[in-house]
């Protein structure tokens, strides 16, 4: 049933150990027409903890399928670490509510078309938790982008690049699980390892492979997102990518030092991602400093924008400012990201980070890891959602979970 535009939506959050307790609580919570009626997460002290921060008023479950059963839930946000993130999403599509599902949307190219899939079938409304489209200055850039000022698109580069050692992870020996944490649990569909500290504590879990696979799965949906939207890029024809762990010495086994190159023929351009993390060197763009830097380059035959978060700098073929031009505006603007979310889910209008969306650019992101795993250079058909004349690549586009995860079917 539609819900009424006076009726509250009845909210649940599946994973509430980090941004899901200490942010998505806040961001849902404080709108008037939103009631969080149930939490879940496979570590006991996590739900007692978000119960409480709820005032009580909230079920707590450790079974995300058991909260799943409850009709009188509209929508769920799931913030579990991303191996769960295609099953729990597509399993609550399937059980009829709309999805807010934290990036990345998938690891898999197969689990982000069933995503994409499952809403489409379902009628259910999803959006991704990239919350920078959001964003006042990336709108802005999109108005550059799509105003014809920057001429014929040549490329596009992406970087990330930081001083850190795996945020002092160090290298923490294997042990008993924490008292009230369903470890197994926990795992889902990743491959069966010993608990470790390391793996578990405070999102650590974006520095192994098996839950993450890099860094362009961690920050490349927010980075990645503004070129997919501002040129329309469609799935990439060919895709390669080089890496390892060079300078970096903690438990971690994501790259620390990654180049991608991905090829489009519509636009016909390419597009590049490099990632440092042990320099924190932005390439010109933005301020020099030991923190984190990011940065966008559409790189056009009249002209160049660089971006970041905050940054929308437009130069001419000379390297001169431009300033003082205002841009057509391109797209309507947000009312905020979960605002967008909530609105749609009674409008039934599709948000504009939904599932289908953002298919094209999971794909992208998710292909990279592959062609990084193989070695190869991969060339996709989008059509036929194969990697032509690779056939291991192509099997690895499906996940492999361990027994008995499966993909649903729909």
Not at 211 to 226: A, Q, T
Not at 257 to 272: Q, R
């Given at each position: 049933?539609?819900?009424?535009?006076?009726?509250?939506?009845?909210?649940?959050?599946?994973?509430?150990?980090?941004?899901?307790?200490?942010?998505?609580?806040d961001?849902?919570?404080?709108?008037?027409?939103?009631?969080?009626?149930?939490?879940?997460?496979?570590?006991e002290?996590?739900?007692?903890?978000?119960?409480?921060?709820?005032?009580?008023?909230?079920k707590?479950?450790?079974?995300?399928?058991?909260?799943?059963?409850?009709?009188a839930?509209?929508?769920?946000v799931?913030?579990?670490?991303?191996?769960?993130?295609?099953?729990?999403?597509?399993?609550?599509?399937i059980?009829?509510?709309?999805?807010?599902c934290e990036?990345p949307?998938?690891?898999?190219?197969?689990?982000?078309?069933?995503?994409?899939?499952?809403?489409?079938?379902?009628?259910?409304?999803?959006q991704?938790?990239?919350?920078?489209?959001?964003?006042?200055?990336?709108?802005?850039?999109v108005?550059?982008?799509?105003?014809g000022t920057?001429?014929?698109l040549i490329?596009?580069?992406?970087?990330?690049?930081?001083?850190?050692?795996?945020e002092?992870?160090?290298?923490p020996?294997?042990?008993?699980?924490l008292?009230?944490l369903?470890?197994?649990?926990?795992?889902g569909?990743?491959?069966k390892?010993?608990?470790?500290?390391?793996?578990?504590?405070?999102?650590?879990?974006?520095?192994?492979?098996?839950?993450?696979?890099?860094?362009?799965?961690?920050?490349?949906?927010?980075?990645?997102?503004?070129?997919?939207?501002?040129s329309n890029?469609s799935?990439?024809?060919k895709?390669?990518?080089?890496?390892?762990?060079?300078?970096?010495t903690?438990?971690?086994?994501?790259?620390?030092t990654?180049?991608?190159?991905?090829?489009f023929?519509?636009?016909?351009?390419?597009?590049?991602?490099t990632?440092?993390?042990?320099?924190?060197?932005?390439?010109?763009?933005?301020?020099?400093?030991?923190?984190?830097?990011?940065?966008i380059?559409?790189?056009?035959?009249?002209?160049?924008?660089?971006?970041?978060y905050?940054?929308?700098?437009?130069?001419?073929?000379?390297?001169?400012?431009?300033?003082?031009v205002?841009?057509?505006?391109?797209?309507?603007?947000s009312?905020?990201?979960?605002r967008e979310?909530l609105?749609?889910?009674?409008?039934?209008?599709?948000?504009?980070?939904?599932?289908?969306?953002h298919?094209?650019?999971?794909t992208?992101?998710?292909?990279?890891?592959?062609?990084?795993?193989?070695?190869?250079?991969?060339?996709?058909?989008?059509?036929?959602?194969?990697?032509?004349?690779d056939?291991?690549?192509?099997?690895r586009?499906?996940?492999?979970?361990?027994?008995?995860?499966?993909?649903?079917?729909?």
């Amino acid at each position: 049933m539609p819900i009424a535009a006076n009726d509250k939506i009845q909210l649940a959050i599946i994973g509430v150990g980090g941004r899901g307790y200490g942010e998505h609580i806040d961001w849902f919570g404080k709108h008037d027409d939103v009631e969080i009626v149930a939490v879940c997460d496979v570590h006991e002290p996590y739900v007692t903890r978000a119960v409480t921060k709820l005032g009580g008023k909230a079920k707590g479950y450790h079974d995300y399928r058991k909260l799943l059963e409850d009709d009188a839930i509209d929508a769920v946000v799931v913030c579990t670490p991303p191996q769960w993130h295609a099953i729990i999403s597509v399993e609550a599509m399937i059980a009829g509510k709309d999805v807010y599902c934290e990036k990345p949307m998938s690891r898999f190219p197969n689990e982000a078309k069933l995503m994409a899939e499952t809403a489409q079938r379902y009628g259910r409304i999803t959006q991704v938790g990239t919350q920078i489209h959001a964003t006042e200055n990336y709108h802005k850039c999109v108005d550059v982008v799509r105003s014809g000022t920057l001429g014929q698109l040549i490329a596009i580069s992406n970087f990330c690049t930081m001083n850190d050692n795996s945020e002092g992870l160090a290298a923490p020996p294997d042990s008993e699980p924490l008292p009230g944490l369903d470890w197994d649990g926990w795992l889902g569909p990743a491959p069966k390892v010993p608990f470790n500290i390391a793996r578990f504590r405070d999102g650590m879990h974006r520095y192994f492979k098996d839950y993450v696979d890099s860094w362009l799965h961690e920050l490349g949906p927010h980075i990645v997102d503004l070129p997919f939207w501002a040129s329309n890029l469609s799935c990439p024809v060919k895709v390669s990518a080089t890496g390892g762990r060079y300078a970096t010495t903690s438990i971690a086994d994501v790259p620390d030092t990654m180049h991608v190159v991905w090829e489009f023929e519509k636009p016909n351009l390419v597009m590049t991602w490099t990632l440092l993390q042990q320099s924190s060197y932005p390439f010109g763009v933005g301020e020099p400093g030991s923190g984190r830097k990011l940065g966008i380059v559409f790189h056009g035959k009249e002209a160049t924008l660089s971006a970041n978060y905050g940054l929308c700098e437009v130069r001419d073929t000379q390297g001169k400012l431009i300033e003082g031009v205002e841009y057509p505006r391109a797209t309507q603007r947000s009312p905020g990201h979960e605002r967008e979310f909530l609105d749609s889910v009674k409008s039934r209008d599709e948000c504009s980070c939904s599932f289908a969306a953002h298919l094209p650019l999971h794909t992208a992101l998710n292909l990279a890891h592959i062609a990084l795993e193989t070695g190869r250079t991969l060339h996709f058909d989008a059509d036929k959602w194969e990697c032509t004349g690779d056939k291991d690549a192509t099997k690895r586009m499906q996940p492999q979970y361990r027994a008995p995860y499966k993909l649903p079917k729909i």
